[in-house]
């Protein structure tokens, strides 16, 4: 199975700031990698996809890049609805694996 | 628009089967991969497996293997996922996630989640 690690494992950040979530796969996996949001109670919400592709209704302060075996998720202008756990996802190969999570919680 | 529903939530006992289901509405049912991916408490999500929703082949993770069983009832446009055998590890919210299209792998619409606690 690909494992996927994410870091930090939790992050403090002010609104307006910018962070940066990084996350590694244990092989490449191209460029199949997947971001999610998740608020408590809910169910995850999909940002971005195959790396670097922003889904549809998601704000454009949100980017990701990397290929190969290292990704990273940006927030640009941290807004008061970002503060959230993230999880990155590998969909190169079954079964698909999800990161730890990173908790963003205001500073 | 796309809607996954699932049934309500479930209380098991260690050994029991748990069957949750699916309704899914807005789109064409038969021409979506439907997942299922869980999440034990402060956990990181766990992908299940899926069912082709258009001609039922499935694909399970391996750990669950012999466990878990995916099955669609098409005209009800209806997914259901039984997991048998319970454990207290088995509890978890249960998700159920259609993908982009194409087996894409990622997973745009999720269900609300059905709380599965399996205790004695």
């Known amino acids: 199975d690909i494992q996927m690690t994410q870091s930090p494992s939790s992050l403090s950040a002010s609104v307006g700031d910018r962070v940066t979530i990084t996350c590694r796969a244990s092989q490449s996996v191209v460029s199949s990698v997947n971001w999610y949001q998740q608020k408590p109670g809910k169910a995850p919400n999909l940002l971005i996809y195959?790396?670097?592709s922003l889904q549809r209704g998601v704000p454009t302060r949100i980017s990701g890049s990397g290929s190969g075996t290292d990704f990273t998720l940006t927030i640009s202008g941290l807004q008061p609805e970002d503060f959230a756990t993230y999880y990155c996802?590998?969909?190169?190969?079954?079964?698909?694996?999800f990161g730890q999570g990173t908790k963003l919680e205001i500073k | 628009q796309v809607h996954l529903v699932q049934s309500g939530a479930e209380v098991k006992k260690p050994g029991a089967s748990v069957k949750v289901s699916c309704k899914a509405s807005?789109?064409?049912?038969?021409?979506?991969?439907m997942h299922w991916v869980r999440q034990a408490p402060g956990q990181r999500l766990e992908w299940m497996g899926w069912?082709?929703?258009?001609?039922?082949?499935?694909e399970y993770s391996q750990k669950l293997q012999g466990r878990v069983i995916i099955t669609r009832d098409t005209s009800a446009s209806t997914a259901h996922m039984e997991l048998s055998s319970l454990r207290s590890e088995d509890t978890a919210v249960y998700y159920c996630v259609r993908d982009a299209g194409y087996s894409s792998g990622w997973f745009v619409f999720w269900g609300q989640g059905t709380l599965v606690t399996v205790s004695s």
């Open positions: 195959v790396a670097s």
């Open positions: 069912i082709n929703a258009g001609n039922g082949n499935t």
């Open positions: 807005g789109y064409t049912f038969t021409s979506y991969t």
């Open positions: 996802q590998q969909s190169y190969s079954t079964p698909y694996t």
